[in-house]
């Protein structure tokens, strides 16, 4: 049976979500580490703040991202078993396999 075209559309807004390199790398790291927070993605990736912000709220606005508040701590992990799957595919050496998603 082929895909609805609800889930092609699904899909298609997925790949949309990490489709610019910043977003890719984003996902790749937390896919790494499993979670971490803004400052560690920061030093990572060697951007400001403010960049790696604005493109964590759009993997949250696209369901990839997930948030958990721990006091004045916010760490940020994959909430998409799909995007861990691609990422492991695209960078198969880099990716560990975590079993808590």
Do not use: W
């Amino acid at each position: 049976m082929d895909p609805t075209k609800e889930e092609i559309k699904i899909a298609a807004n997925l790949l949309k979500a990490i489709s610019h390199p910043v977003r890719l790398r984003i996902v790749k790291v937390l896919a790494e580490q499993n979670s971490c927070n803004v400052s560690f993605l920061q030093d990572c990736m060697g951007l400001p703040q403010s960049t790696v912000s604005t493109h964590l709220q759009k993997l949250r606005t696209f369901g990839v991202v997930g948030v958990k508040r721990k006091s004045t701590e916010v760490a940020y992990s994959l909430n998409n078993q799909q995007v861990k799957q691609i990422i492991t595919l695209l960078f198969p050496k880099y990716v560990t396999h975590h079993d808590d998603m």
